[in-house]
C-alpha cells in the first residue's frame, strides 16, 4: 500500500511508442523522467483488439532491466495471467472488474497478484459506477485505474464525465494510488491532478513530445498542484 502522501507517477504508454524499437523507446521515457511505463496487455477477448503479451513483456525487460512495468491487463481471464507476467518482469498488474463473472472473486485475484510480489490495482471502465470498488477491495489494493476512455485502442477522446469517480475515490481512499488513462494530455491532466489522481498514464502526449522531460515534469507539477483540492469541493470546480 502506498504511505500517506501519494507521489506523482507518470506512466508513458507503449500503445503510441514505436512497436519496432520498443526497448529503446521504454529506456527512452525512463530517461526522460518517468517512474513506470505502461504496459497495455489485450487478448482480444475482453477487448477486441491483441497487443503485446508475456513474451514482450521479457523481452522489455531482458533488455531494460531497471523498468518498472505497470501492466494494464485488458482480459477477459485475469488470473490466468498473474504467473506469467510475474514471470517476465511485470511490476504492478491491473485487471478489470468488468472481466470477473463474480466481481466478489476480486479479492482473491488481488491475492494472487500480491503472492507474486507484484502491486495489485483494480480498473473501472467508463461506463462502471465508482461504488463499484468496494471500501474493502479499495483497501486491499496498491492502486485504482479510471479509465477516461473505453478500453481497447488509443487515440480516443478524454471522457471528462470520469473525472467525478476520480473525486468520489480519493475521498474514500485517500492513500491509494489513483491513476487515470485515456486521452489525457496537458489540457486534460490538470482536472485529474485536481479531482485526486497521482498517476497519469499519457501516450501520444509524451511519446510524441518534441520535450518529453518537460511535459512529464509539467504533469508531475499539476498533481502537486491539485493536491490541495482532494478530498474538497474544488476537486471538480471547473469541469
Known amino acids: 500500500m502506498c504511505g500517506s502522501h501519494p507521489r506523482p507517477i507518470i506512466s508513458p504508454s507503449v500503445l503510441a511508442s514505436d512497436f519496432g ?3 529503446s523507446e521504454v529506456q527512452r521515457m525512463m530517461d526522460e523522467g518517468a517512474e513506470w511505463v505502461h504496459m497495455d ?11 503485446m503479451g508475456p513474451p514482450v ?10 523498468v518498472f512495468m505497470d501492466c494494464h491487463m485488458m482480459v ?6 498473474v504467473k506469467p507476467v510475474a514471470e517476465a518482469g511485470g511490476k504492478s498488474y491491473t485487471f478489470h472488474i468488468e472481466a470477473l463473472t463474480d466481481p466478489a472473486k476480486a479479492h482473491e485475484v488481488v491475492e494472487l497478484i500480491h503472492s507474486t510480489g507484484m502491486r495489485a ?4 471502465s467508463p461506463d462502471t459506477p465508482s ?15 479510471v479509465m477516461t476512455v473505453v478500453p481497447g485502442k488509443g487515440g480516443q ?21 489513483i491513476q487515470v488513462d485515456g486521452g489525457v494530455g496537458p489540457g486534460t491532466v490538470g482536472c485529474c491532478a485536481k479531482a485526486g489522481s497521482n498517476v497519469i498514464v499519457a501516450g501520444t502526449a509524451l511519446f ?16 502537486e498542484e491539485g493536491r490541495s483540492s482532494w478530498g474538497t469541493e474544488k476537486a471538480l470546480e471547473g469541469l
Open 41 to 51: 496487455v489485450m487478448d482480444g477477448h475482453f477487448v477486441p483488439n491483441i497487443t
Open 157 to 177: 477522446k478524454f471522457i471528462a464525465s470520469c473525472v467525478p469517480k476520480v473525486a468520489e475515490l480519493r475521498t474514500r481512499f485517500p492513500k491509494v494510488d
Open 121 to 124: 490495482a483494480v480498473a473501472i
Open 76 to 81: 477477459a481471464d485475469p488470473a490466468a495471467w
Open 21 to 23: 524499437q520498443l526497448s
Open 208 to 223: 510524441g513530445a518534441e520535450n518529453p522531460k518537460s511535459v512529464i515534469q509539467d504533469f508531475k507539477d499539476k498533481i
Open 131 to 145: 461504488s463499484a470498488i468496494t471500501d474493502a477491495l479499495g483497501n486491499s489494493v496498491d492502486m485504482l485505474l
Open 57 to 66: 513483456l521479457a523481452s522489455v525487460y531482458k533488455t531494460v532491466p531497471n
